[in-house]
């Protein structure tokens, strides 16, 4: 079946660090790949998203790109703030009919000044 | 403001009791979900909608029942609450032409 796998954290930075959060997945087909980011106390938003093998999703200076080749989709970002500590989720699904979300278990990042 | 609105935010009920977590959307979504969310689990699919009239198991949905009667409107239902339905509940809605997701704010149940 399909699955996501997230490294484990917590993944501590200090501000202005270059971040890295590992995603791969399994999947039968050609899946759409998301980032989901969590606030404390807060549902969870969309951080960005890529539909096809090389898209490459982008918003609020994260990135990730989607690599059929080793089935991955990290996230990265250039320079973290303390506002960006937060819980990250990868998610996959199908695209076709009704998408299921499947979540990895998601990964907390503590910035600090 | 448009979103995913659910009540309430906190519960606390007694083993065996019964309750209905409201969820509403205001964007004309086809698409309604509920997932559960538990520590070192993720999130998972209790029950999903792809339409007003349709609904559908997901991979938890041991315990829980789903209605949709409006577009608008997915309640989750818990017809006899245990200890291992202590979680925080989201419920969630999507335009089947884009692929991202908007989540309510949860609802923290707890099972005592």
């Known amino acids: 079946g399909n699955s996501v796998t997230q490294m484990e954290g917590p993944v501590t930075l200090s501000e202005e660090a270059f971040l890295t959060i590992n995603c791969t997945y399994t999947?039968?087909?050609?899946?759409?790949l998301f980032w989901y980011v969590q606030y404390p106390g807060e549902g969870l938003q969309l951080l960005l998203k890529a539909t096809k093998a090389d898209d490459k999703g982008s918003n609020k200076g994260f990135e990730a790109t989607y690599r059929k080749e080793t089935t991955s989709f990290h996230l990265e970002k250039g320079s973290v703030q303390v506002s960006d500590s937060a819980v990250y989720f990868c998610?996959?699904?199908?695209?076709?009919?009704?998408?299921?979300?499947?979540f990895g278990t998601g990964t907390r990042l503590l910035v600090s000044p | 403001n448009a979103g995913v609105t659910q009540t309430p935010k906190f519960q606390v009920l007694k083993t065996g009791q019964s309750m209905t977590l409201q969820c509403a959307q205001d964007m004309n979504h086809e698409y309604m979900s509920w997932y559960r969310q538990d520590p070192g689990m993720g999130l998972r699919l209790i029950h999903y909608?792809?339409?007003?009239?349709?609904?559908d198991q997901g991979e938890v949905p041991n315990g829980y029942n789903v209605s949709r009667s409006t577009t608008e409107d997915f309640p989750l239902r818990l017809l006899s609450a245990a200890p291992s339905q202590t979680s925080v509940y989201f419920c969630?809605?999507?335009?089947?032409?884009?692929?991202?997701?908007?989540f309510g704010s949860g609802t923290r149940l707890t099972v005592v």
């Open positions: 999947a039968t087909g050609y899946p759409s």
């Open positions: 998610a996959l699904s199908k695209n076709t009919g009704f998408q299921k979300l499947v």
């Open positions: 909608s792809v339409g007003a009239g349709i609904t």
């Open positions: 969630a809605s999507s335009d089947r032409r884009d692929y991202g997701y908007t």
